[in-house]
């Protein structure tokens, strides 16, 4: 069974930081490569980060570029999303999802989710 479970969500402050983790489970997890999506209320899901099988190569939506970071620990099974300089509009639900392709930006790509975490930036 596969499971993937995000933690790490909460409410904070514009400006602060928190890490979000998503530990995984069920399956061979150096052959998948890994997202982070979020999805606000009223919204559609949207990609914010994909880190490749490896950890050598990321990509990112333009909005969170240079202030989030991704990142996978493959001993441990988990992939990590740090965000620093929040924002009141990255207020989201906040999925990972794992990809046994290269890793891309569209959700369709995913076979497996986690049931996300909740992030609330307040200003």
């Known amino acids: 069974q596969v499971q993937l479970i995000e933690s790490g969500g909460g409410l904070v402050q514009a400006g602060n930081s928190l890490t979000l983790g998503c530990a995984v489970s069920?399956?061979?997890?150096?052959?998948?490569?890994m997202g982070w999506f979020r999805q606000a209320p009223g919204k559609e899901r949207e990609f914010v980060a994909v880190?490749?099988?490896?950890?050598?190569?990321?990509y990112y939506r333009d909005s969170v570029k240079g202030r989030f970071t991704i990142s996978r620990d493959n001993a441990k099974n988990t992939v990590y999303l740090q965000m620093n300089s929040l924002k009141p509009e990255d207020t989201a639900v906040y999925y990972c999802?794992?990809?046994?392709?290269?890793?891309?930006?569209?959700?369709?790509?995913?076979?497996?989710w986690g049931q996300g975490t909740q992030v609330t930036v307040s200003s």
């Open positions: 999802a794992a990809d046994d392709g290269p890793g891309n930006i569209w959700s369709k790509s995913y076979a497996y």
């Open positions: 880190i490749t099988w490896s950890g050598s190569s990321a």
């Open positions: 069920g399956l061979t997890f150096t052959t998948y490569a």
